[in-house]
């Protein structure tokens, strides 16, 4: 059963911010929020994960609300190599089985020169 | 550089024939991961393992087999049992199973009937 809720698709203005939203209404207390993106014909790339406070690597930043109901994913400054479909992916910290990364259908982000 | 790497690219399969799909990681992963994703759907697991001579089935085994003799590799076969082969083949590694560890994914073996 799908836990997320995201956009299908999206654009964005080469070297402005990309902001990509998720709903997970459904999130309990142990689940992190996982963000992974996939090139065409390539394998899904990790991206970030967070659990209740704000994360920040060097690809991108994670905003959790403080209810944990939704987050949204910010590329700072996106470039056409952004391009790619992005998943939000909620799963518990403690599962044990490995079948644990739902990917939905994402969001389409296409950036525009 | 660390990371995974997925043997061949594109692999075409004859009816009746078994075909075996590599996946090597030097990034010191105990657990590895075999996923099927199909057109516009998101990814199905076919088997993990969590340590070296441990296997598991996932969601959707059924046609498939793997093995784990060393903890570098993990390699899939897709037998003739497996009536739908044509799919995306994704292999991927995290620290263990469960936690908090993401998985870091291959580029993927694109496999087809001929």
């Known amino acids: 059963d799908a836990k997320t809720t995201q956009p299908p698709s999206m654009d964005c203005a080469e070297g402005r911010a990309a902001n990509l939203p998720c709903n997970h209404s459904t999130i309990s207390g142990n689940e992190y929020v996982y963000w992974y993106r996939q090139i065409h014909s390539q394998g899904p790339q990790y991206i970030i994960h967070?659990?209740?406070n704000n994360e920040t690597n060097e690809m991108a930043s994670l905003i959790i609300t403080e209810d944990r109901k939704s987050s949204t994913l910010i590329l700072p400054h996106a470039t056409l190599r952004d391009t790619a479909v992005y998943y939000c992916i909620v799963r518990p910290h403690y599962q044990t089985g490995a079948n644990n990364l739902f990917f939905g259908t994402g969001t389409r982000l296409t950036v525009i020169p | 550089d660390g990371g995974i790497t997925q043997s061949p690219k594109y692999l075409f399969r004859k009816e009746g024939q078994n075909v075996t799909l590599s996946c090597e990681q030097n990034?010191?992963?105990?657990?590895m991961y075999w996923y099927r994703q199909d057109p516009g759907q998101g990814l199905r697991l076919i088997y993990y393992?969590?340590?070296?001579?441990?296997?598991q089935k996932g969601d959707i085994a059924e046609g498939y087999s793997v093995s784990r003799e060393k903890k570098e590799s993990f390699p899939l076969t897709v037998t003739s049992a497996q009536k739908n082969p044509t799919a995306f083949y994704l292999c991927?590694?995290?620290?263990?199973?469960?936690?908090?560890?993401?998985?870091?994914f291959g580029d993927g073996t694109r496999l087809s009937i001929l």
């Open positions: 991927a590694s995290s620290l263990r199973v469960g936690g908090n560890q993401p998985q870091h």
């Open positions: 990034l010191n992963h105990d657990a």
């Open positions: 393992s969590q340590i070296v001579n441990d296997f």
């Open positions: 967070g659990l209740k």
